[in-house]
Every structure is written in C-alpha cells, then in structure tokens.
C-alpha cells in the first residue's frame, strides 16, 4: 500500500533523527520531518488535520501535507461554508500526492455535482488510489429544482476519471436517485483500470464519452475482486465485457437502460448476487467451471414476458454456477401464471455442489425439479406459494432425501392443502433427515389446527425435531 | 551488497542490542520487515550484534512481538486493539518513533492511524500537550487563524 517514494510519507529512517537520549520526547514527534506529520495528520478527517494550523507557527502549514483528502458533512449545515472550506484547502495543498478523496455529503448540498466534479478533477492528477463519493439523502431536504437542461447536457460529475487509471485501487461513487450521474469514458473500445481492485457504483450510469455508439465495449481490470452496480447501467453500448481475472464479488442490483449483453470474463467468482428484471438483460459469464460458493438470485419480471423466456433465461443463469454451494433463488414477481406450467424448470442442470439450498415463491412441482438435480442437498430452506398449481407430483424421491438430506426448513407457512402434502412428502421420505421446522406465516389463521396436523405426520425416522415457531 | 543476509531460511535468528545495552533476537525474516536493520545486517553481516542506538528495552519487545505475529499472518483487528489497549500516549509515541527510526512500514501506518484516532475530535490544547508544542502566536494572529478554519472548528470540544 505504501510506496517507498519518499514524496508519500513513508517512514524517515534512522538518518533524519539525531541519536541523542536526552532530548525531551515530546519534541521528537514535532522535529520529524513535515511530510511524516503529514501522513499522521492524514488519518484524521481532513477537518480535524487543518485544525493543527492553529497549534504553533510550526504547525500552521503542517496540515498541507496531507496524502489523504476525507470531506464528510453530516451535519446538515451551510453549504457555503463547507465548499469554501474545501475549495482552500484544495488550494493550499502540498503534495504531489494525494492518496484518497472521500467526500459524503447531502445530496442537496450539490446535486447536480457541479462542485464535486470540479474538486475531483483537482486532485486527480495526483496519483490517486482512492475515490469515494457519497451524496446521500436525508428526509427533510429542501427540494432540488429541477434543471433539465443542465440534467441532460450530461454535466453530472462528468470528471474524466480515467486520467488515474494506472494508480487507482478503489472506486464508489454512491449517489442517490435523484440524479444521474455520468462516467466518462475514454473513447474507445478497450479500457483498462489496470490497479483497481473495488468498484461500488449506484445511480451511475456510465457512458462513453464520445458520440459514437460503440457495439461492444471492454472493461479491464486486473485486478478487480469486488463489483457492485446498483441502478446502473452502461449507455450507447450494445455488449459490455468485463475482464476480471481476480473477481470474486459481484452484485447486481437494478439495471437501468436498454438491452445489454453484460460479459464477465471472470474465473474465480466466490459470491454472485443478482436483484433485477429477468429478460431484459444479458449475462454471460465465460466460464462454466466457476467454483463459486453463494449465489442469490432475486429475480422480478414487470414486462410479462412469456414463460418461455423467463424459464431459459433462468435456465441459462443456473447453468453457470452448477458447482455453487449456497443457491438463494426468489422469483419474486415472476408471472403468476408459472404455477400452471408445471416443469418449466426441469431442464437446469444437475448442481453437484449443492449443500443449501433457499427457494422463495415456488411452488411444489418447481421445488421437486430443483430438488431432482441437488442430489447432495443438506438443508433446505423454502417459502411456497400459495397458488393453485397443477397437480402435485410425487411420483420420484429425490436422491437428496436418501442420503444427505438434513434440515428442512418453512418459512412463511400458511398450513394449505399443498404445503402440507409437500411436508408430509419430506417427512415421509426423508431417511437421514435431523431437523424439521416451521415458520408460521403471521396472517395464518389456524395455527394450532396446522401444528396438530403435521405432528400427526409419520416420521420415516423418530428422531426428528420437529420445531414450529410464528 | 556484498553479503546477503539469510533471508531464505525463517529459522535464523538476528541479536539486536538496545541502546541501553540489552539483547534481544528477532526471526530473520522480522527483520527484514525493519529496513534500517536490513540494511545494518546487509552492512554488517548477520552474525554480529546489531545495534540500536535510537531504540530501548522498553518498547523493543513489542515491537517484536507486533513482527512475530506479522510473518505468521496473524495481525487482525482483534490483535491490533490489543496491541494499543494498555499503551499510554507517551507509550504509543515512543513505538512510533521506533517504528519510524527502524523504518518498520507496517507497524509505522498503524500507529500513525492509532495517534490520530487518539486526538480525534480534541481540543486545540490537549493536541498541543500531546505533541508538546508550545503556542508561539500571539493571541490576535490565533484567534484571526480561527476565523478563518471556523468550518474545521465547529463540533470540536475546548478544555477549559
């Protein structure tokens, strides 16, 4: 992390110190040089470290030679005072350095971005490792005017990042939804980020600068481990290929734009979490031996798409992961109308892996897919729908069942007829299971009536817990 | 240089000499994460008795004991709030002056970042008695340099 550059503040060896045992401590620390003070004074919030300007003649510039720049506001204040506060302080820096730029405050303070747009392109030169930007949004903020000519002239913290690309490591830019905000990319269709290792966007959509509409476009980054888009989207571009050798975190929350073909070209994804509208986007992943561990998929449809395309894009989505470990599926809003198709989940692949698994909104024929390809489920973790589906079919035992199956859990029962005939099912079939519970649903009316019935249930195995809880 | 310490083998052990004349030994492979040391033993051969004038038999074990548990890939946050729980502020500035004299870049971060949690959100005064700094202004100079900072000055408590 830190350079041995002597501009950065590293330590100043044993030569700068004048080896005498009696000089008084407490004037060791003042007689280190200036740029070692200054990295002290770094780790405290830029606010604090211009304080010191006031300690002695000595000290009043001492606090130029900060690394890092840490501007946070929550104190719901005058903006004025804070923007000339960090406009002079911009101006009096020192170094040729500086690390990190942290700036969090209200969004009202500046929301269209046009002073944090100006305060970042001042120290972006400066070799900087670090961005965070976080406008956040209180309840009782005065309201923006709206300003649409200046909303789509795309002027939003339009900074041109990329002018740090070689030095910077970590990337958030966490701007709430009232505004959007803009990226600027190089044009061109390959651009790298050859350090950074975090990318944490939200209410960014990121654009290339240029007017040319690109057909693909590729991200690289090296170094990459942890990807997180919330509310974002990629403009003007058809497909987007992510080059992440390192990346083991991705998550995926709301896409905004049009169709687009989102590529990773990602190896060793450890943790995939994914929160959006189903068929309007693409995902790719370029490898199908993924040893990933957790995956969590919330997936929501608001265009009523045909069941057809909803199954293989869901399809299609599992077969990148069939060596997970931990698969959360919800399918939220999913079209109703899937518990009347029975088996449009028969075609997933068999999961080997599979030790957890939690399904929410399912109902019971989706669930015996799911649980045909699982054969070395341990725990199982569901939420039924209350919908009337096709016949239930019991035909098949899952391998699960007989061999590894351990803990079933229900979340949200509600003690309907096709609940209750999938329970008695797990617990009729069940042979090495060692937990059973129920979690009621908290508008189910009669849950004695429920608890009785299920206790009644022959337990292929006595040594069952069966638990109930509200 | 002409003689390179004996880096490859962990099980070397290095003699540090304090500068009020105690012995201590460290793991080779410590040492090299102090670079003054490093380029003493590169100098001086690792056989012979390092010495370290700037450094006491005070704060010299822990900051052995901090090295230790570096090479092994224990340092956590649990650790490292251990490590600065029971120290003093002199305490803690004198290991920074050591970290910093012993060049021991890792160490010299974390107690740059726990002095500065240290004087977070104190007064002008109790940061001044920490660094042991005298207050050459004169009181108009002091209370215009006020103004001016009189964004940074909000939130921050006065002693009496």
Known sequence: ?470 | MAQEASSSTSSKTISLKTGDGEIFEIEASAAKQMKTVQRLIDDLGDDITIPLHNVFSKELPKIIEYYKKDITGEITKDFEAEFVKDLNDDEVKVLFLAANYLDANKLFEFLSQNIADRLESKSVEYVRKYFGVENDFTPEEESKLREERAWSFRGIKEDE
């Open chain 1, 1 to 470: 992390m830190q350079s041995s550059s002597s501009s950065s503040g590293s330590c100043g060896g044993g030569n700068d110190q004048v080896a005498s045992g009696s000089k008084s401590q407490d004037d060791m620390i003042s007689n280190l040089p200036d740029f070692v003070i200054g990295h002290i004074l770094s780790f405290l919030s830029t606010k604090e470290a211009v304080l010191t300007s006031v300690l002695s003649t000595r000290w009043k510039y001492m606090w130029t030679f900060l690394t890092k720049l840490d501007f946070r506001d929550y104190t719901n204040n005058n903006f004025n005072s804070f923007s000339n506060f960090v406009t002079r302080v911009l101006f009096h820096l020192n170094t040729a350095t500086i690390q990190e730029f942290i700036l969090e405050i209200p969004h009202y303070y500046d929301p269209y971005g046009y002073y944090t747009n100006q305060w970042i392109s001042a120290v972006l030169s400066m070799r900087l490792k670090k961005i965070k930007v976080f406008f956040f949004l209180r309840g009782n903020e005065p309201k923006i005017p709206s300003c649409p000519q200046l909303v789509s002239k795309n002027n939003i913290l339009s900074c041109p990042l990329f002018e740090c690309h070689e030095s910077l490591e970590e990337l958030e830019f966490m701007i709430s939804s009232l505004a959007s905000c803009i990226i600027k990319l190089p044009s061109s269709s390959f651009v790298s980020f050859s350090s950074l290792t975090v990318l944490s966007l939200a209410g960014i959509i990121t654009f290339t600068s240029s007017n040319e509409i690109f057909q693909e476009l590729t991200l690289n980054f090296p170094l990459l481990r942890e990807y997180k888009a919330v509310s974002c989207g990629f403009s003007g571009v058809k497909s987007i290929t992510i080059e992440a050798p390192l990346l083991e975190l991705v998550f995926i929350l709301g896409m905004e734009f049009e169709q687009v073909i989102t590529r990773f070209s990602a190896s060793r994804i450890t943790n995939f979490s994914y929160y959006c509208d189903t068929v309007s986007h693409t995902i790719f992943l370029d490898h199908q031996n993924i040893p990933s561990s957790k995956i969590f998929l919330v997936l929501f449809d608001s265009e009523d798409h045909s069941v057809e395309e909803i199954s293989i894009f869901i399809r299609k989505l599992l077969r990148f992961f069939i060596n997970a470990e931990y698969l959360e599926l919800d399918l939220a809003n999913c079209w109703p109308g899937f518990a009347w198709v029975a088996n449009y989940l028969a075609d997933i692949p068999v999961f080997r892996m599979l030790g957890y698994l939690k399904l929410k909104r399912v109902t019971s024929n989706t669930l015996l897919d799911f649980l045909l390809k699982t054969p070395c489920l341990k725990t199982l973790v569901l939420q039924m729908v209350d919908y009337d589906e096709e016949s239930q079919n019991f035909a098949i035992v899952p391998d699960c069942f007989l061999s590894t199956l351990k803990v079933v859990k229900f979340d949200k029962y509600f003690g309907g007829e096709r609940e209750f005939s999938f329970s008695k099912f797990v617990m009729e079939n069940t042979k090495v299971l060692e937990r059973i519970s129920f979690s009621f649903h908290e508008s189910c009316s009669e849950v004695e009536k429920a608890k009785e019935k299920l206790s009644l249930v022959k337990i292929s195995f006595s040594t069952v817990i069966m638990e109930f809880s509200t």
